[in-house]
């Protein structure tokens, strides 16, 4: 992702990363939690570990649907980049290009490029598991992906965002941080626009089915940020979720109760992120148990070195 309109300053803390996908890990298992944060460190050099180098590779893999977000959003940020510059971008060859980069990145992914590349090779969980995906299921990835983005060109809201003056986008899939009790909270915004009242709308761009709770955690996440770097109240934020598999949105109120409860939930993750954690950067396996609940194993990269195949 490009690093446009990034121009909030970095703060100090104690090297404690949190975001909500970390802590989405935290919640559904322990162990894949050590795995992906503590078991495959190091496993980016080239004298790491064999055992370390296998989960840094299977910690790099998408699923096909994380996959088709991935190329949507990428396909978003290139159109957004080019009417900033006042350019066109016909929808047809955006969904030529999203197209190519998938027919790119399957074969790569099939070859198993990924295992010596891992950092810039795709992969995939279905080809790494060999799972039994018949092309009819590629195609409707592939099919998916067209969707979102005539779905995108045809929003009313594209509309309002290319009236606006460039100086009112905040935000495109920008990355910044905040801080809450020494630990550095990552977020990084699909889209931030002032709209004309001087309200700040918050757009998530999804390629997924709704879920509202997830969404607003997100989104309140973002007003959080909004609050501390931006400076706006939460009169001045609102939060949008564009499906763009359909083409419907969801709007989110973000109230200041919602900031609060979403602040000290953080700071429950971080503490127990903190407590799981020991104070050391090797912390022992046995700290963090296998989840009970089996049905999400088929969901997991981890699920080789888990021995739940």
Not at 33 to 53: E, I, M, Q, W
Not at 198 to 210: C, F, S
Request: glycine letters at 8%; aromatic letters at 10%.
């Amino acid at each position: 992702m490009s690093s446009q309109l990034n121009f909030w300053p970095g703060e100090e803390g104690d090297g404690l990363r949190w975001s909500v996908s970390r802590d989405r890990r935290l919640t559904d298992c322990l162990r894949k939690y050590y795995l992906f944060h503590y078991g495959s460190r190091g496993g980016h050099n080239a004298d790491a570990p064999p055992k370390v180098r296998e989960l840094y590779v299977l910690k790099t893999l998408q699923s096909r649907h994380m996959w088709v977000g991935t190329v949507v959003h990428n396909m978003i940020e290139l159109a957004l980049g080019a009417f900033k510059r006042g350019e066109e971008v016909p929808v047809d060859s955006l969904v030529e290009r999203g197209t190519r980069v998938m027919r790119a990145q399957y074969a790569e992914s099939l070859q198993g490029v990924y295992r010596e590349r891992p950092m810039r090779a795709l992969g995939l969980w279905e080809h790494e598991y060999r799972e039994d995906i018949s092309r009819e299921q590629w195609r409707e990835r592939r099919d998916h992906m067209e969707t979102c983005i005539r779905n995108f060109f045809k929003l009313p809201l594209l509309e309002e965002i290319r009236a606006a003056p460039t100086w009112r986008w905040l935000a495109v899939e920008s990355l910044g941080q905040f801080e809450v009790d020494g630990a550095k909270i990552v977020v990084r915004h699909d889209f931030a626009l002032r709209q004309e009242d001087d309200q700040v709308l918050m757009i998530d761009w999804k390629t997924g089915i709704p879920r509202p709770e997830s969404e607003m955690l997100q989104l309140s996440v973002y007003g959080i940020f909004a609050q501390r770097k931006w400076g706006l109240g939460h009169d001045h934020l609102r939060g949008r979720a564009v499906y763009l598999g359909t083409g419907e949105t969801g709007d989110f109120i973000v109230r200041q109760g919602d900031l609060e409860r979403t602040t000290e939930a953080i700071r429950h993750s971080v503490r127990r992120m903190r407590e799981l954690a020991a104070d050391t950067d090797t912390p022992e396996i046995v700290n963090f148990p296998k989840t009970a609940d089996k049905s999400q194993c088929s969901r997991c990269a981890f699920r080789r070195p888990c021995g739940r195949l």
